[in-house]
């Protein structure tokens, strides 16, 4: 629905990418419990791979936003760009097999 937005509403998309990066923030840092089993690990996985998978269709929508938020975080030092780009910036660093795989499929 995200990924739909960004093309109906680029504008609005754009401006709401800090609040989008904080949604997704939760959903990647979860890990299922010890004891789960194998569907509820499956399940977190799948969930893991939608977001990186919308964060990357937006990262291409919106290539300038993480060139401008390295460029305003040197001038101004804040910004949804800015919080846009680190989240991008985390996201391939610390799941970059599962970023690695979403890119193959797409």
Not at 30 to 41: D, L, M, N, Y
């Amino acid at each position: 629905m995200i990924t739909r937005l960004s093309t109906v509403a680029p504008e609005e998309t754009s401006v709401r990418l800090e609040a989008i990066a904080e949604q997704f923030k939760p959903i990647l840092a979860f890990t299922p419990k010890e004891t789960a089993v194998r569907p509820e690990i499956e399940k977190a996985d799948e969930a893991k791979k939608g977001v990186i998978k919308v964060t990357l269709d937006l990262d291409r929508a919106f290539p300038s936003s993480v060139a401008q938020g390295a460029q305003l975080g040197q001038e101004s030092g804040g910004g949804a760009r800015v919080q846009w780009a680190h989240f991008l910036a985390y996201m391939r660093d610390k799941y970059s097999p599962l970023v690695k795989e979403v890119e193959r499929k797409l």
